[in-house]
C-alpha cells in the first residue's frame, strides 16, 4: 500500500514516517471487515517546517489538501492546513500513549467495545475511552451498561446512538473488591479472547461482530452470562432482575452518588 512505502522511506530529520502515518479505524473497523485505512497525521502542535522534515506524506498534504484549506473560512484551518480539522489533543493525550484503549461506535445495532491498539486514530464515528484494562472492558459489556445506554441514549433510524454524556458520565460504576474486579477482568477476557478467534484473521467477510452478535451463538450467550453474573457480584445485587428494576437499582444507586460523584468520561 502506499502507506507502507511511505513508512520506508528515509527523511532529513532522520525519523520515521510512522511519527505521522498512522492506522485510522471507524466505525466499520470494529462492526464489518477490516477497513485497512491510514491517515497522515501531525500532531497539533507541529509547526510546517517541523512537518516538511516528514517529506513524502508532507508533500502529499501539500499537493492533495492545501488547496482546499487555505480557502477555509476559519482561519485556524486555513493557517495551519497541515494539521486536522478537529486534532483532538486530548484523545492522543490520553488514548494513544496506552498500548490500546477501548472503542464503540456512535451508532450500531449492538453495543459493541473492543480494543484499539494504542496507534490507531480513532474516527468521529467512534467513541473512546482512555482505558486499557479488562475490568473494564467487562463493566461495559455487561447488561448493565447495555440497558442504561439503551435508555438514555438517543437513536437515528432504528439503531442507538451511544452519547457519552448521557449513558456514560452518568453510568454509576460499581465499586468492586479486588476478587471481584479479578472476576470481572477475568470474563471479560475470555469474551475478547472467544470473539478473537472467532473473527480469525478477518478476512473472511462473514464473520464479523455484527454477524456475530445477529446470531447469538450459545458459547457467545454464556461468556456474556459469565460477565454478567461477575458484575452484579459487584453492585451486590441478584442476577435475576428484570430490565426494568435494573435501570431503576441503577438510577437509585446515579442518585445517591450525585451529592459527591466521582466524574469519569469518554472522549468523543
Given at each position: 500500500s502506499l502507506a507502507q512505502e511511505w513508512l520506508a522511506k528515509r527523511n532529513p530529520n532522520g525519523k520515521?514516517?510512522?511519527?505521522?502515518v498512522r492506522p485510522w479505524a471507524n466505525g466499520l473497523e470494529i462492526t464489518r471487515t477490516p477497513q485497512k485505512l491510514w491517515i497522515v497525521d501531525f500532531p497539533p502542535g507541529m509547526t510546517e517546517?517541523?512537518?516538511?522534515?516528514y517529506e513524502t506524506p508532507f508533500e502529499y498534504i501539500r499537493e492533495k489538501v492545501k488547496p482546499t484549506r487555505i480557502?477555509?473560512?476559519?482561519?485556524?484551518?486555513?493557517?495551519?492546513?497541515?494539521?486536522?480539522?478537529?486534532?483532538?489533543?486530548?484523545?492522543?493525550?490520553?488514548?494513544?500513549?496506552?498500548?490500546?484503549?477501548?472503542a464503540t461506535p456512535r451508532v450500531a445495532k449492538h453495543r459493541?467495545?473492543?480494543?484499539?491498539?494504542?496507534?490507531?486514530?480513532?474516527?468521529?464515528?467512534?467513541?473512546?475511552?482512555?482505558?486499557?484494562?479488562?475490568?473494564f472492558f467487562g463493566v461495559l459489556h455487561s447488561r448493565m451498561h447495555e440497558?442504561?445506554?439503551?435508555?438514555?441514549?438517543t437513536r437515528l433510524e432504528t439503531r442507538p446512538r451511544y452519547t457519552p454524556t448521557?449513558?456514560?458520565?452518568?453510568?454509576?460504576?460499581?465499586?468492586?473488591?479486588?476478587?471481584?474486579?479479578?472476576?470481572?477482568?477475568?470474563?471479560?477476557?475470555?469474551?475478547?479472547?472467544?470473539?478473537?478467534?472467532?473473527?480469525g484473521d478477518r478476512s473472511d467477510k462473514t464473520r464479523t461482530l455484527t454477524a456475530l452478535y445477529n446470531k447469538k451463538p450459545t458459547w457467545l450467550v454464556d461468556a456474556h452470562r459469565e460477565i454478567d453474573a461477575a458484575v452484579f457480584a459487584a453492585y451486590g445485587w441478584k442476577p435475576d432482575l428484570t430490565d426494568a428494576d435494573l435501570l431503576a437499582a441503577l438510577l437509585a444507586l446515579n442518585q445517591e452518588r450525585a451529592a459527591s460523584p466521582a466524574t469519569h468520561k469518554a472522549i468523543s
Open positions: 520515521s514516517n510512522a511519527d505521522v517546517a517541523e512537518a516538511a522534515q480557502e477555509n473560512n476559519r482561519a485556524a484551518y486555513a493557517n495551519r492546513w497541515w494539521i486536522h480539522g478537529e486534532a483532538r489533543p486530548e484523545v492522543r493525550a490520553s488514548c494513544l500513549v496506552l498500548p490500546r484503549y477501548l459493541l467495545f473492543v480494543w484499539l491498539a494504542g496507534r490507531v486514530l480513532p474516527d468521529s464515528a467512534l467513541i473512546v475511552f482512555a482505558r486499557s484494562d479488562d475490568y440497558v442504561w445506554a439503551l435508555t438514555l441514549g448521557t449513558c456514560f458520565e452518568t453510568f454509576p460504576m460499581p465499586h468492586p473488591t479486588t476478587e471481584q474486579e479479578k472476576a470481572i477482568a477475568d470474563a471479560a477476557k475470555k469474551l475478547d479472547d472467544a470473539r478473537n478467534n472467532w473473527l
